[in-house]
């Protein structure tokens, strides 16, 4: 996955802003959600693809080592997943003639992360520092050598699954039945596809699939996500927003998404795929309904800043979101300072160190967890310049947090890992 370092460009927004007229568009995923989409909002183009050709993502940037799941196909059962994935628990990939199934109903599951596309389901176990989680980098050889296998359940279909390697922008796997004691191995070279995100690869046919349009804004897909607040990693659908893009949800008031133009209300936030997500629609009753007062405004490093907001959902029968969207002009936007945000170091044990480059009188720094819960806070009294504050993060559990820095009405959100 691309790095997408955003640091974090204020905005002052002069009051005549002179935003482009608003363009009603839709996304059709078709009948139950066949189909994934990736759009464009500059030009309206979409791209889309059969929801179930591909079942595992690899990141293309040569400074990422992330893979991500299919969480779109078809489920076995209300509930669970078409596609589980557990870490082998026998043993390390020294081991692969000799991989079982047993008690893989009780083994602990692997998700994608809800939030972020850097977090996907074969790096949920890392520790830490060179630890990707399905494999270390070693710092002599720059190679990322895998170190376990792991049982990836389609449907009836049980297959063992080595990630043996990243080398150079290349991934090499091996893969088989379960019954089968050895299988060749298949390189996946990502580095050919820098221009997109991921490259997706199919286990059933073996193929690699070219799928994603390139620079696009916004995926609508199936994911993994909390459901109602309470139910992780469970199959939602929605519209994943790309890294490129700070979003801001602004609730504008019942019947005002159409004449809300101030993009300055609300906090921006990075590294939030689910900004947009499945919250924009609702089952009323027994039919779907869509927010009438949200607002999402989507801001990237360069200041162009989107503003989308739906109008209807119609679900399993066409899959089908439409929207207004509308560029707000930028000859309305003056650079009024820079914040850097750093976070060091990370991972994090017991203490950690926030630095920004202040230019308000006062800041606020909160820690998320995955949930959005807040789990430490500072309120500071600043000066202009460089402002740095430790956190105690000892009593937090180990795990991903995301580290907010308030100023002025603006927020820039980064990743923490406590181990």
């Known amino acids: ?3 997408f370092t955003f640091c974090a460009l204020l905005l002052t927004i002069s009051t005549g802003l002179n935003a482009q007229t608003a363009v009603q568009d839709s996304i059709i995923m078709g009948a139950s959600y066949a189909n994934e989409v990736y759009y464009i909002l500059e ?45 082998w628990p026998g043993g390390t990939n020294a081991d692969f003639a000799t991989v079982d199934t047993a008690g893989f109903s009780t083994w602990p599951k692997l998700f994608d992360d809800s939030l972020s596309f850097e ?6 176990n890392s520790t830490g520092g060179m630890d990707y989680g399905w494999g270390a980098y070693n710092l002599s050889t720059h190679v990322i050598a895998g170190d376990s296998v792991y049982i990836v359940k389609i449907g009836n279909v049980a297959y063992k699954l080595d990630i043996v390697k990243r080398q150079s922008g290349t991934y090499t796997i091996r893969y088989a039945n379960v019954a089968d004691a050895t299988a060749p191995e298949v390189t996946i070279p990502a580095s050919n596809y820098a221009t997109k995100d991921f490259v997706f690869f199919n286990l059933i046919d073996g193929q690699i699939k070219d799928r994603e349009l390139e620079d696009w804004d916004l995926w609508a897909v199936k994911y993994y996500d909390w459901y109602n607040g309470a139910y992780p990693n469970q199959v939602v659908t929605g519209i994943l927003t790309h890294p490129k893009w700070e979003v801001a949800v602004v609730d504008a008031g019942t019947g005002n998404q159409s004449t809300h133009l101030d993009f300055t209300a609300g906090a921006y936030t990075t590294d939030k795929k689910n900004a947009i997500g499945q919250g924009y629609k609702f089952l009323n009753g027994m039919s779907w309904a ?4 949200d607002v999402y405004y989507l801001r990237n490093a ?10 209807s959902f119609v679900g399993t029968s066409q899959g089908k979101t439409v929207f207004y969207k509308q560029k707000m002009a930028t000859a309305g936007l003056e650079t009024a300072t820079t914040q850097f945000v750093d976070i060091y170091p990370n991972p994090a044990n017991d203490q950690l160190t926030v630095v920004f480059d202040s230019k308000a009188s006062n800041a606020e720094i909160i820690v998320r967890n995955q949930t959005g819960q807040i789990v430490a806070a500072e309120s500071l009294n600043t000066t202009t310049g460089v ?7 000892s009593a937090l559990t180990n795990g ?20």
């Open 302 to 311: 360069a200041g162009d800043v989107w503003k989308w907001y739906p109008t």
């Open 119 to 124: 977090l996907g389901a074969f790096n949920q």
């Open 400 to 419: 991903l947090y995301f580290v907010e820095v308030n100023q002025n009405g603006f927020s820039t959100v980064k990743n923490v890992v406590k181990y």
């Open 290 to 293: 869509v927010t009438d007062s």
């Open 43 to 87: 030009n309206g183009t979409k791209s889309e693809h059969v929801a179930t050709d591909w079942h595992l993502g690899f990141a293309t940037d040569a400074f990422s080592a992330t893979i991500i799941t299919n969480a779109g196909l078809p489920s076995p059962g209300m509930g669970a997943p078409g596609m589980s994935i557990a870490i």
């Open 387 to 393: 402002t740095q504050q430790k956190l105690d993060i």
């Open 1 to 3: 996955m691309k790095k």
